[in-house]
């Protein structure tokens, strides 16, 4: 009965009946007799079925406000370039410009001269690195990015044939030879931009000092607030990040349920509830506030509805 309530659409004729039975009846005079006109006995029993009713309709409005109207997320591809030749960086770069220009895609694009410039700055998205570069070359600033726990798109830009095989040592994505192939760029920087846009629509961004991680939803367990950070739990680990629930709530699919101020949880990864405790499928108990409680137990009936679980 309760999951079919889901399925009905919450007019305003509907949410008048519901605030007409939440709220006390006003006491009235009879027209004879000199007595309060209201039905003590069933008031209760109205009340609490007017408390599913509003836990009904406060699902069926934040699904329905989440997954038709769920916030976009622009992002913004980082790209840099690293070559120690000033005429051939600015050219690389004007061509990465004209291509992704082309495509509407969109950008930012700094430039660097050498290795250790590049080190001080934050974390990017794709990398074009040439290898022959002095004091650092492209291999050893490579191995430095991912010591520190970089994820970027690597991309090798040399002359040198010969360092293909130690590029990919540093899971590098892609190797061009110099002079670069206009088409053959083009070609893997779509392929690039498609990989990211699709790591972006399944996934958590997160930033920790110069590294910036992306987390599968299908991973993160619960996200938690605790002293002006959050916390994305993972299975084993714990990665925390500045950043407000508010704000990233409304990103997130509808598998990912408010059940506290302080707490997001993961319906895939949900074992069993109680009326104040969630318990997950790696053993671990996320708080579920009592104000929360009728309105976590039909998004998890629904869940289990749509997964197939329930019939």
């Known amino acids: 009965c309760l999951i079919n309530i889901l399925n009905l659409h919450i007019n305003s ?29 069933s008031q209760q029993k109205i009340n609490h079925l007017a408390d599913i009713l509003v836990s009904a309709a406060s699902f069926h409005y934040n699904r329905k406000y989440y997954s038709g109207k769920k916030r976009e997320r622009i992002e913004v591809i980082r790209i840099a370039v690293c070559e ?12 990465i410009k004209d291509i992704l220009d082309k495509h509407s895609i969109l950008y930012s694009l700094e430039t660097y001269t050498n290795g250790n410039a590049l080190l001080a700055r934050g974390a990017f998205d794709i990398l074009f690195l040439d290898i022959a570069m002095k004091p650092l070359n492209g291999l050893e600033l490579a191995e430095k990015l991912r010591a520190r726990g970089d994820e970027s798109r690597l991309v090798f830009i040399t002359a040198y044939q010969q360092y293909a095989i130690d590029a990919y040592d540093v899971q ?23 990989l990211l846009k699709g790591e972006y629509e399944h996934a958590v961004t997160i930033r920790q000092g110069t590294v ?100």
């Open 172 to 194: 590098a994505y892609h190797y061009l030879l110099k002079p670069v192939d206009i088409s053959k760029l083009e070609a893997v920087l779509m392929r690039l931009c498609s």
């Open 84 to 95: 120690d030749e000033q005429i051939l960086l600015e050219q690389l770069a004007c061509d």
């Open 212 to 311: 910036v991680r992306r987390v599968p939803y299908e991973q993160i367990l619960y996200l938690e607030v605790m002293n002006r950070k959050i916390y994305l739990h993972k299975d084993g680990e714990s990665l925390p990040f500045y950043g407000k629930l508010n704000e990233i709530e409304p990103t997130l699919p509808d598998a990912f349920f408010r059940c506290h101020r302080s707490y997001i949880v993961n319906l895939d990864h949900v074992r069993h509830y109680k009326k104040d405790e969630i318990w997950l499928d790696n053993e671990e108990v996320v708080p579920l506030s009592r104000r929360r409680y009728q309105a976590f137990g039909l998004a998890f009936m629904y869940y289990l509805k749509e997964r197939g679980d329930v019939f």
């Open 13 to 41: 004729f509907s949410l008048l009946i519901i605030v007409f039975f939440k709220f006390p009846f006003k006491t009235v005079k009879a027209q004879r007799l000199d007595q309060p006109f209201i039905f003590n006995r």
